[in-house]
């Protein structure tokens, strides 16, 4: 058994007086990949941040070669030897790779002199210690493919000469080729000694490269074992407890309003990352599309929505092929979307309730070219009340609201919108279980009305709960499609079996 560089113990953290982690225990050994799992909210996340000095514990002890450490930043993680490759790299665009790999910590002639000869050296020895030899150290980061960056920001960790290097969910957005090239990087890492911590949803890939497994689960440590001594279907167990009872709670919609295809897609391709993609979605529906982070669901609704520029297929619209090359086509054509990030891309923090709702139904209260304000705030009010939007009134800012009443005004100001189409992109992600319940609840009664829904979830129970058919995603193609209303077998057991 190699060295034991790394304990961490009774690890404990709240936000809100809510807690997250429950006195967690976990443990690396050097030269050695340990896996971190565990479903969204199982407090992966939080327990790599408290290591990685992003965030602070409010209990426990951090020790590294039997030494209690404390620390408070990522730049004091990497003086212990701790490095982090988040799923976002941290890497500037217009920046060389060696200005990269050195940044902040550049080789210098003199004070103010930067050694630029000396920068590109070490780094070309670095790219050449993790076999990426073909990238060339004066390269622009923005020229580099994704699987390139993930070698630079590597090569960044062991520029700091980390001996615990984190990743986070590296392989989301890589390429089959790529993903084997990062796997070898791994194995000439752990023979140097060098011990990774890997996080990610993938458990093919765990159990292809990873020593051991802890399963996290609502904040608890639920289990530690060798990856030679348990399956895939335990770890399942482990991830999911008793979660696996989720039922489903939607009842199948008249023949009558499915018998009519509002939405029909043929051979969609979006870049690299969604190939020769078809489905359809019926009046009354609720279709969900099931995969892991990186399997090309966003982008598959991001390109019909016109975000996303399309490499080939068609779209067709209650049969009509139709051509939307953004989202003002979209609006036109009946299709409101509700984004994965509410705060960036579905509301105008800054203003109020009313002003972020009033926006969809402009055509509607406009008269002369005036606004007739009363019945704007009439249509607005009912949305809130209909919602459960809990707030002081329509003029209240919307930062100030809670995360689950924010994301309920981005459902509202879609549904206001008269579409026929709604897409949902992982709408209750981070929010409490009420709103969740309640903004589902809208969506339901809004496919009941005659209208269909794409439903992207990264809980595996709620599209159980939910949806009337599914989408089974990997890696950018369908690879089966279940109905939800002819199989009594569907559970998120099922799906998470399905989709790794």
Not at 70 to 87: C, D, N, T, V
């Amino acid at each position: 058994m190699s060295d034991l560089i790394l304990e961490m113990d009774g690890i404990a953290k709240s936000y809100g007086g809510i807690e997250v982690l429950h006195g967690v225990h976990f443990d690396l050994y050097s030269g050695e990949v340990h896996a971190v799992i565990g479903q969204n909210g199982a407090g992966k996340s939080t327990l790599m941040k408290i290591l990685n000095g992003v965030t602070v514990r409010d209990g426990g002890t951090i020790r590294l070669d039997g030494r209690e450490v404390l620390y408070g930043s990522p730049i004091e993680a990497r003086k212990h030897g701790i490095g982090m490759i988040f799923q976002e790299f941290s890497l500037v665009p217009s920046l060389t790779v060696s200005q990269n790999v050195f940044l902040a910590k550049e080789p210098r002639i003199r004070a103010l002199i930067l050694n630029d000869k000396k920068c590109e050296e070490r780094t070309a020895s670095l790219l050449h210690e993790i076999g990426a030899d073909d990238i060339n150290p004066r390269q622009l980061i923005c020229d580099l493919s994704t699987g390139s960056q993930q070698m630079v920001e590597i090569a960044k960790a062991l520029s700091s000469e980390s001996r615990i290097v984190i990743m986070d969910e590296p392989t989301a957005s890589l390429s089959h080729k790529e993903i084997e090239k990062l796997f070898k990087v791994i194995g000439k890492l752990t023979e140097k000694g060098i011990s990774i911590i890997y996080v990610s949803h993938y458990l093919q890939d765990i159990f292809k490269i990873c020593n051991r497994i802890t399963v996290l689960r609502d904040g608890n440590r639920i289990s530690t074992k060798d990856v030679s001594e348990t399956t895939m279907e335990e770890t399942i167990n482990d991830m999911l407890g008793e979660r696996l009872i989720a039922k489903r709670t939607r009842t199948r919609p008249s023949d009558e309003k499915a018998a009519d295809t509002l939405l029909e897609i043929k051979d969609l391709s979006v870049g690299k990352h969604v190939r020769n993609v078809s489905f359809t979605l019926r009046r009354g529906e609720i279709l969900g599309i099931a995969g892991l982070l990186g399997s090309g669901r966003s982008e598959i609704v991001g390109a019909i929505y016109g975000v996303l520029k399309k490499s080939s297929g068609e779209i067709l619209i209650r049969g009509n092929k139709t051509n939307i090359r953004s989202p003002r086509d979209a609006i036109k054509h009946g299709i409101a979307m509700v984004p994965e990030d509410r705060r960036k891309q579905g509301l105008v923090m800054s203003f109020s309730i009313k002003e972020n709702m009033i926006f969809p139904i402009l055509s509607k209260i406009l008269k002369y070219r005036l606004i007739r304000d009363r019945e704007g705030l009439k249509i607005i009010n009912g949305f809130m009340e209909k919602m459960s939007i809990k707030a002081a009134g329509p003029w209240q800012i919307v930062k100030s609201l809670s995360g689950g009443n924010q994301q309920k005004v981005v459902v509202a100001k879609s549904m206001m919108s008269d579409s026929s189409i709604l897409f949902l992109d992982d709408p209750t992600f981070g929010i409490d279980i009420q709103s969740k319940q309640e903004i589902m609840n809208s969506v339901s009664e809004f496919a009941d009305a005659g209208n269909g829904v794409v439903f992207i979830s990264s809980e595996l129970d709620e599209i159980v709960s939910y949806c009337d058919r599914i989408i089974i995603l990997k890696k950018g193609e369908i690879t089966d499609m279940l109905d939800c209303n002819k199989r009594s077998d569907i559970s998120e057991e099922l799906l998470t079996k399905m989709i790794q």
